[in-house]
C-alpha cells in the first residue's frame, strides 16, 4: 500500500493542547508580576500538558526560568535542547548531582547532607554549581528549618568563597496561599524575610528570591519578589476557584480531553451498568461507551458523578469507571460510534471544565489535568512555525 497515501488511524482519545493560549496566559500571568522575573514550572510532565512542548511555547512567551521537580526532569529539558535557566527542587541522596553541574542546571539545597553532595559533585565535574537554597518557611516539606537555616548559609558561603558553588537563589514556598486571607501567609512572610537577612549576614547575594506559586503570583503581590513560579495557572485553571474562574485572570484552560464513542446501543429498563450495577437503567435507554478510564487517568471516584458532553448535552457517568471505558446513558437522545464525547475543555463549546471535573470527585483541577496518562496522545495545536 502507498503509505503516503494512507489514511492515518483515527485515534481513539486525545488530550488536545493549546499552545497559544499557554503563551497567553504566561503573558497574562508576567502582567500580574511585572517586576518579577518568570519560571514556567513544567513538572509532572507538565501537569500531564507535555513537559518539552509546554517549556518551549513558555521560553517563546519570555519565561526566563523552567522549573523541574526531580533532577530527571530537568536533565530530560537539556535532553530536548532546552537552553535558559532550569531549576530543580526534589533530591535524595545520591542523586545525580554531578550530572546537573555539567547540564548548568540550578540545583536547590535544603540541607548539610545536600550542600556535602554539590559540593562534592562540583568538584568532581571541576566546575561551580548553581546552588539555590530553600527555607521551610512553615510547609514543613522540604526546605532548612528555620533553627538550622544560619548555619547552612554559613556553611554554603564557606563553599563558595572556596569556588566550588556560587548560590543563585533563595526561596520558599507557601502552604495556604490559595486561601488569601489565612493568617500562615503573614506568618511565612516574615519567616522568609528572617531567612533572607541572615543570608546576607552570611554574606550570600542570591540573583533570585521568590516565593510566589500560581496563587502567590495572582494575589499577593508582596510576595513576588524577584521571580514568580506560576504552575497550574500557566495551564489556563485557577488556582483560587473561589475567587475566580480563569477568564477572570486572563486565562485560557490549554488540555481538551476527548475520545470517540466505542459503542453506542439501545438497552432495555432495569438493565444494570458497569462493574457492580450501582446504576440500572430506569427504562429504555441508549447508552453509549466511552473508551476512556481509570488506566487514562480518568478518576475512578468519577463514579456516577463526572460530566461529560455528548451529542450536545451534559451527562453523568453511568455506574462505575472501569480501567479503559465507561458508559453515559443518552435517554432519549441518539449518537453513533465514533462521535466525540468531551470530558473537559475550556467550556466554550458547552463542555465541562477540569474544575467541573474536580468538584464532582471532590479533588482539586490540579490533579484532573496531571493525571491523565501516557495512553492518551498528546496533540499540540498552536504551535510557533
Same mark, same amino acid.
Given at each position: ?23 497567553? $496566559? ?27 512542548? *509546554? ?32 531549576? *530543580? ?7 545525580? /548531582? ?126 513576588? @519578589? ?43 429498563? $432495569? ?20 473508551? =476512556? ?32 471505558? @465507561?458508559?453515559?446513558? =443518552? ?12 470530558? @473537559? ?11 467541573? /471535573?474536580?468538584?464532582? *470527585? ?24
Amino acid at each position: 500500500m502507498d503509505t503516503d497515501s494512507a489514511v492515518a488511524p483515527a485515534l481513539r482519545a486525545t488530550a488536545r493542547i493549546d499552545l497559544a493560549a499557554l503563551r497567553s $496566559n504566561v503573558t497574562a500571568l508576567r502582567a500580574h508580576a511585572p517586576g518579577a522575573a518568570f519560571m514556567a514550572v513544567v513538572k509532572a510532565d507538565a501537569y500531564g500538558h507535555g513537559m518539552v512542548a *509546554c517549556a518551549r511555547a513558555a521560553q517563546q512567551a519570555g519565561a526566563e526560568w523552567l522549573g523541574a521537580a526531580t533532577p530527571q526532569e530537568a536533565l530530560a529539558l537539556r535532553a530536548a535542547g532546552l537552553g535558559g535557566r532550569v531549576l *530543580c527542587w526534589l533530591w535524595t541522596p545520591g542523586g545525580p /548531582w554531578q550530572e546537573c553541574v555539567e547540564a548548568d542546571i540550578d540545583v536547590t539545597v535544603s540541607a548539610r547532607w545536600a550542600l556535602d553532595e554539590v559540593v562534592a559533585a562540583a568538584r568532581a565535574a571541576h566546575r561551580t554549581a548553581r546552588v539555590q537554597l530553600k527555607i521551610d518557611a512553615g510547609l514543613g516539606r522540604n526546605g532548612a528549618q528555620p533553627a538550622d537555616w544560619p548555619d547552612l548559609t554559613r556553611a554554603a558561603r564557606a563553599a563558595e568563597r572556596a569556588g566550588a558553588i556560587r548560590v543563585t537563589g533563595v526561596w520558599s514556598h507557601f502552604s495556604c496561599a490559595d486561601e488569601p486571607d489565612h493568617p500562615s501567609i503573614a506568618r511565612e512572610l516574615d519567616v522568609f524575610r528572617t531567612a533572607l537577612a541572615q543570608a546576607a549576614e552570611a554574606g550570600l547575594d542570591p540573583e533570585v528570591r521568590h516565593l510566589a506559586n500560581s496563587p502567590g503570583t495572582l494575589t499577593l503581590p508582596e510576595a513576588h @519578589f524577584d521571580l514568580v513560579r506560576p504552575g497550574v495557572a500557566m495551564y489556563g485553571i485557577s488556582p483560587v476557584p473561589q475567587i475566580g474562574g480563569p477568564a477572570d485572570f486572563g486565562l485560557r484552560p490549554v488540555m481538551t480531553l476527548a475520545a470517540r464513542l466505542a459503542s453506542v446501543k439501545r438497552v432495555p429498563g $432495569n438493565h444494570g451498568v458497569s462493574y457492580g450495577h450501582m446504576y440500572v437503567t430506569p427504562g429504555e435507554t441508549t447508552l453509549a461507551l466511552v473508551p =476512556l478510564g481509570y488506566g487514562d487517568g480518568v478518576p475512578r471516584h468519577a463514579s456516577g458523578s463526572g460530566p461529560v458532553l455528548v451529542a450536545g448535552k451534559w451527562r453523568t457517568v453511568a455506574g462505575r469507571v472501569a480501567m479503559d471505558q @465507561f458508559v453515559v446513558d =443518552l435517554g432519549g437522545d441518539t449518537a453513533a460510534p465514533g462521535d466525540e464525547a468531551v470530558l @473537559f475543555g475550556p467550556g466554550d463549546a458547552g463542555e465541562p471544565t477540569a474544575e467541573d /471535573w474536580a468538584r464532582a *470527585c471532590g479533588t482539586i483541577a490540579y490533579e484532573i489535568v496531571t493525571r491523565i496518562g501516557p495512553r492518551v496522545p498528546r496533540v499540540y495545536v498552536g504551535e510557533v512555525a
